[in-house]
């Protein structure tokens, strides 16, 4: 079938909308809001008012780049959770009136199960079953793969997400939000064995990031009162010890997780997938075990509607509409 679709996505702080058609991703534009940077994270009433602000210009210039109309659209697809509830408003209410204005179907896509079929945008792509390390500011996940639509949750974390557990640490050594990608980049100079933290022992496939939140806030306490001047001098450092245990931590679960199932496609997605220790030590990993490894594009790790055109894309295929009276779930499961 040729579909061609537009896709919304406004779950958190990206304002993005993609246009797919003949299967593949014509055009992917995202307005990144900056106005939560002087906060230290993502404020929801600002964050639903910029995507208020910014839908309609990045609708417009998505439907630009790949050179149609809306009268050219057989669908619309949004993300219905999980997600800041009215950030997620706006884009329903988007999708839902232009769908209704058009008089075509509209499609609501699981913010998740997207971050794990954006392997579908572009080759080489995984084969059922695979595994996905989900990991971004709100999840940390392994997933079972069995088909487009077919996933379950087979690990994941029982308190903070892994990128909470590194934009939090990245406030306590004082960088502005989102801190995950300037730890990254700190860490690109430093020792990652300089320090040790703790990996604490989580039954099964299960993770906890709370404890070494905490354990680093004692460790930077007790350090600064030895030498105010100890995160200034030793930022590089610090970030790679806390980058790689943080890395660490991902990787020992996966590894349970791909000997238990006996499945050896494994695949990382979420905003934590652009972590550079993370892409390395998963290919080291991946060679050593003879796994066939799939890290996505850096422009598809964090939230894009790229994703969500593609997880539409596969629901249109299966014939997954939704009716007028949807509503956006901020807490939503598989
Ligand atoms: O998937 P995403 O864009 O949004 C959510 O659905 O949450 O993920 C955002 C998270 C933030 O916690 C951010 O700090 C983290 O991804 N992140 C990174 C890197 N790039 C983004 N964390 C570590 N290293 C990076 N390079
Ligand atoms: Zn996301």
Redesign the pocket.
Known sequence: MNYTLLAIES????TSAAVLANGKIQSNTIATQTVHHKYGGVVPELASRAHQQHIIPVVTQALAEANITKNQLDAVAFTRGP?LLGALLVGASFAKSLALGLNIPIIAVN??QA?ILAHFIDDPKPSFPFLCLT?????TQIVRVDDYLKMEIIGETQDD????A??KT?KLLNLPY????L???YAQAGNPKAFVFPQVDMPGLSYSFSGIKTAFLYFLRDQTAKDAAFVDNNLSDICASI?YTLVKILLKKLIKAAKETGIRDIAIA???S?????RKQIMLEGADRNWRVYIPKFEY???NAAMIAMAAYYKAMAGEFSSQDISPMPRMDF
Do not use: R, W, Y
Request: proline share 5%; with cysteine.
């Open positions: 779950s958190c702080d990206e997600g913010h998740m971050h990991v971004s500011g709100g999840h997400a892994v990128g909470e590194f934009d990245a989102p801190g995950g990608p730890i990254d980049k980058q979420g905003g934590v652009a972590n550079s220790e993370l790790c964090t939230d």
